[in-house]
């Protein structure tokens, strides 16, 4: 009897041993900016009702729950948050790449390539932006644009795509421009292959060598703004990652993140229908994931999880549960922002624009009615709301014919918009779609993760955000 179990005791140990000494060939990571549980709750029930079946990223069989606090604040950035996911260590807000003392520890990433394997990077935010360069950057501030672009092309890695670099890297003043000039010509001096077109990207073969996309000099458009003409300017998030995978496949494995970089600025504008929409695009490139692993299912981890939460969403609201309806989404076609400056050229060009003319372009590009019974229709609105509408967009009107709104800034995505009707219009669909936002800003909430493949069940329970970048990281110390 004794014999027996110690016997068990040895099989269990050898068994766990025998786990965490396995190390996975292929990992995916993927990382939702501002991603919590609600956002995916959210985007789930969205997915569902469209017909589209459930979240893949939910549908990953281990889950866990990771605190996303930095070093030094309860509510972390992306930059410290990413340093944690990547290089397995608590930084301070705005550092990227090093502990809190600020010393440069190397991410998981950079420890793949040390090891023999290729890595990837891709993201739909500028490719030199914080989530992306908690992988590669060498212990710096996020706000050191060339330092960080120059740790991009200095990291060797293989395949970099999605938005530019940074609009602000090329500055000459910067005293890094000094040592490496202009960054792209560096690139391509130390073997990158700048891709600037969809055309010539999806014709990159393997013997083409390393990638670095430049579609863009600043960040994809949002999912729900592309429009024909911007479908042929940037690849879809999977066909990013699947000409990712086609690059960089070798008989060594590899390490790829994908970020879906956008969902954190369209969660600070509190706009869900642009936010479920970019969650499932990064879904719909985790099932490029799920498709690689079908080929090697042995040898591949597919991790999901998000860095923080933004917005301070919740998913139903008090007293409108039985009316609302996340479908209703679908009637938003253009986000808060594409909205606002599509107002703005237009009374631009047109300063006899009037509310009837707003209410044309607010129901072909929100769904929202002003005729109907709102019992009978949850698109028609109430008098009352209708009332503000019509006070919002005289306020902005009389803003935009003085000038006082200027043309928007694609990268000043924190700033609260000036534009108080798409503010308003969000707040009720928002209320109609059944979900609620506390805040413009990022909250200090737990975000799941969830894994499938090998190696998965570690990511399983609770955890610091910093675990995770130390399991990663395991798998390629020696
Ligand atoms: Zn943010």
């Excluded at 420890?111 to 030199?128: C, E, M």
């Excluded at 200095?154 to 490496?180: C, I, M, P, T, V």
Aim: glycine share 8%; proline share 3%; charged share 25%.
């Amino acid at each position: 009897m004794k014999l027996t179990r110690w016997l068990v005791c040895f099989a269990v140990f050898a068994f766990s041993l025998a786990l965490y000494a396995a190390s996975p060939k292929y990992v995916f990571m993927f990382i939702g900016d501002g991603m919590a549980a609600n956002h995916r709750v959210m985007t789930d029930q969205f997915s569902r009702q469209i017909g589209r079946g459930p979240l893949a990223m939910d549908q990953l069989t281990v889950k866990g729950l990771t605190t996303t606090l930095s070093a030094d604040k309860l509510i972390t950035d992306s930059a410290a948050a990413s340093t944690a996911l990547a290089c397995g260590v608590k930084a301070k807000n705005c550092m990227l790449g090093c502990d809190a003392d600020g010393n440069y520890v190397p991410s998981c990433a950079t420890l793949a390539k040390a090891s023999g394997k290729k890595v990837g990077i891709i993201t739909t935010v500028t490719t030199t932006h914080a989530t992306p360069g908690g992988f590669y950057v060498r212990g710096r501030s996020r706000g050191k644009n060339y330092a960080v672009a120059a740790d991009l092309v200095n990291s060797g890695f293989d395949f970099f795509a999605g938005g530019g670099l940074d609009r602000k890297f090329d500055d000459e003043k910067d005293s890094d421009y000094k040592k490496y000039g202009n960054i792209y010509e560096y690139a391509k001096k130390k073997g990158y292959n700048v891709v600037t077109t969809k055309k010539d990207f999806l014709a990159l073969k393997p013997s083409d060598g390393k990638v670095l996309t430049r579609f863009t000099d600043l960040v994809y458009p949002y999912d729900i703004d592309i429009t024909n003409d911007e479908a042929e300017v940037y690849p879809t998030l999977p066909e990013l990652l699947e000409k990712c995978i086609a690059m960089i496949d070798n008989p060594e494995g590899f390490f790829i993140m994908v970020e879906g970089g956008r969902i954190d600025w369209s969660a600070h504008a509190n706009d869900a229908a642009t936010t479920v929409r970019d969650i499932i695009a990064l879904d719909d490139a985790v099932k490029v994931a799920l498709d690689f692993m079908k080929k090697h299912p042995e040898e591949t981890l597919v991790v999901a999880t998000g860095d923080h939460e933004t917005g301070g969403l919740t998913a139903g609201i008090a007293g409108v549960t039985s009316t609302c309806d996340i479908s209703i989404l679908t009637n938003q076609t253009i986000s808060a922002r594409e909205f606002d400056e599509k107002m703005r050229q237009i009374v631009l060009k047109n300063p006899k624009f009037n509310f009837e003319d707003a209410k044309a372009m607010i129901t072909a590009r929100f769904g929202l009615k002003f005729e109907g019974d709102p019992k009978k229709d949850l698109m028609v609105l109430s008098e009352s709301e209708i009332a503000k509408v019509k006070a919002d967009f005289e306020a902005d009107l009389a803003k935009l014919l003085a000038n006082i709104i200027k043309k928007k800034d694609a990268v000043e995505y924190l700033t609260i918009s000036k534009h108080r009707l798409s503010i308003r219009l969000l707040k009720i669909i928002s209320k109609r779609a059944g979900v609620s936002w506390a805040h413009t800003h990022h909250s200090g909430q737990p975000v799941i993760i969830s894994a499938e493949g090998c190696c998965a069940e570690r990511f399983k329970g609770k955890m610091e955000n910093s675990e995770v970048g130390k399991i990663l990281k395991s798998f390629y110390e020696k």
